[in-house]
């Protein structure tokens, strides 16, 4: 079936650091994808999302990157912060089907 | 994006019992969906409820095991009924919103079966 997967399971940075969560989609015919982070005993979290019509979209110190080219996605948080840890997923949706998730990563942020 | 609770938070309960999950959006939503998301892994939709309608079952979900009430566009209930220690999970409810349908989420019950 298609899935959405991440490359790495865990990602440890240190505080201040750019982090970069990546992400590769199976789904030629998805055209909305986010990003959601989840922090321990809660549930996900929107962080961000786009459209398959753009390859770029900036938040308040997120970035996604969106490669159709090579099915890419990435997530970057710029001065990454203890508050930052937590498990991102990325999710991809296309016309009429289901949001898909991926795997998941686990950021730690050590100060 | 939308205030969504859930009811109860977490529970723990003995195997072949039921638990019903409740929902409830700040808003009146046309679709509202159900996940699982055994621990340590990813999202898994289970099934879509729309008002009005039966709900639709992903592959691998019945709703003999996880029957869906929709009575009205801000409530819905999920129940795991004849539960297993398989069924130990967190169980969350999503709603869509916005012109780009984006799916927001509740706080997740977390349910311990024995």
């Known amino acids: 079936g298609e899935s959405v997967g991440l490359h790495l399971p865990t990602l440890s940075v240190q505080e201040g650091d750019n982090s970069i969560i990546n992400c590769a989609y199976s789904?030629?015919?998805?055209?909305?994808f986010i990003w959601y982070k989840q922090e321990s005993g809660k549930g996900p979290q929107f962080i961000i999302d786009?459209?398959?019509?753009?390859d770029k979209r900036q938040g308040q110190r997120v970035t996604v990157l969106l490669n159709k080219t090579v099915k890419h996605l990435s997530l970057q948080i710029a001065a990454t912060q203890p508050g930052d840890s937590a498990v991102y997923f990325c999710a991809e949706k296309g016309p009429g089907t289901a949001l898909i998730f991926g795997k998941g990563t686990t950021l730690s942020v050590s100060s | 994006s939308a205030v969504i609770s859930q009811k109860p938070s977490r529970d723990i309960c003995q195997r072949g019992t039921s638990l019903t999950i409740q929902c409830q959006v700040d808003s009146q939503v046309t679709m509202m969906f159900w996940y699982r998301q055994q621990p340590g892994q990813s999202l898994t939709l289970i099934a879509t409820a729309n008002q009005g309608s039966e709900a639709t079952y992903e592959s691998g979900f019945v709703i003999d095991k996880f029957p869906i009430s929709r009575p009205n566009l801000t409530f819905s209930t999920l129940t795991v009924s004849n539960m297993s220690p398989e069924d130990s999970s967190i169980y969350l409810c999503?709603?869509?919103?916005?012109?780009?349908?984006?799916?927001?989420f509740g706080p997740g019950t977390r349910l311990l079966v024995l």
């Open positions: 786009i459209r398959s019509n753009m």
């Open positions: 999503s709603v869509e919103r916005g012109r780009k349908e984006t799916q927001y």
């Open positions: 789904n030629s015919a998805s055209d909305y």
